[in-house]
């Protein structure tokens, strides 16, 4: 999907090389035929949506599979020391995924990011609010705490790299 925005992204560009090669070989001015222009240029920024949209939701439904794995124990006595397994798998995945967004416009790689820690953070608000959750014992609370802690640590400071290495490459612009 990141291909195919970057591939889009040069084909919408590169329409009005293509027009103005056209209008070369052919002597009719682009005013003529400016449906054809529009057609072309209107294809690769819908294609481009599209893919966006994709990672947007894929994004998510990654993290809802991520989320699936999550077992708390919310009457555990135990005090836990470290974040839950599937939280350490989920940011991992999406440390590695948002490393492959710094290849995409700046404000595709943006939305990604910020959509997919809202999700996470609405997701992981949603477990805690589930009906069938009760009554919770200090550890689960703990458990929960370390999670929330987790996330923010390393998503919250993986975020701002990324952004910094969009802000300082090339062309990108937000």
């Known amino acids: 999907l990141v ?11 590169s329409c009005k090389y293509l027009e103005e090669f056209i ?19 209107t294809t690769f920024k819908d294609a481009r949506h599209a893919a966006e949209e994709e990672i947007y939701t894929n994004l998510n439904q990654k993290i809802d599979q991520f989320l699936q794995l999550a077992d708390y124990d919310w009457m555990t006595g135990d005090l836990g020391s470290k974040a839950s397994d599937y939280l350490v798998d989920l940011i991992a995945f999406l440390r590695s995924t948002f490393a492959v967004f710094t290849h995409l416009p700046g404000k595709v790689a943006q939305t990604a990011c910020m959509s997919a820690c809202k999700h996470l953070a609405t997701s992981l608000m949603q477990l805690l609010l589930e009906a069938e959750v009760r009554q919770l014992t200090l550890g689960a609370l703990q458990q929960f705490n370390l999670d929330v802690r987790e996330c923010e640590r390393k998503t919250v400071n993986h ?3 990324c952004f910094t290495c969009l802000l300082t490459s090339a062309g990108k612009k937000f």
């Open 3 to 13: 291909q195919i925005i970057i591939n889009t992204t040069h084909l919408e560009k």
């Open 23 to 41: 209008t070369n070989i052919t002597n009719v001015l682009p005013e003529t035929v400016h449906t054809t222009k529009l057609y072309g240029t």
């Open 159 to 161: 975020l701002f790299i």
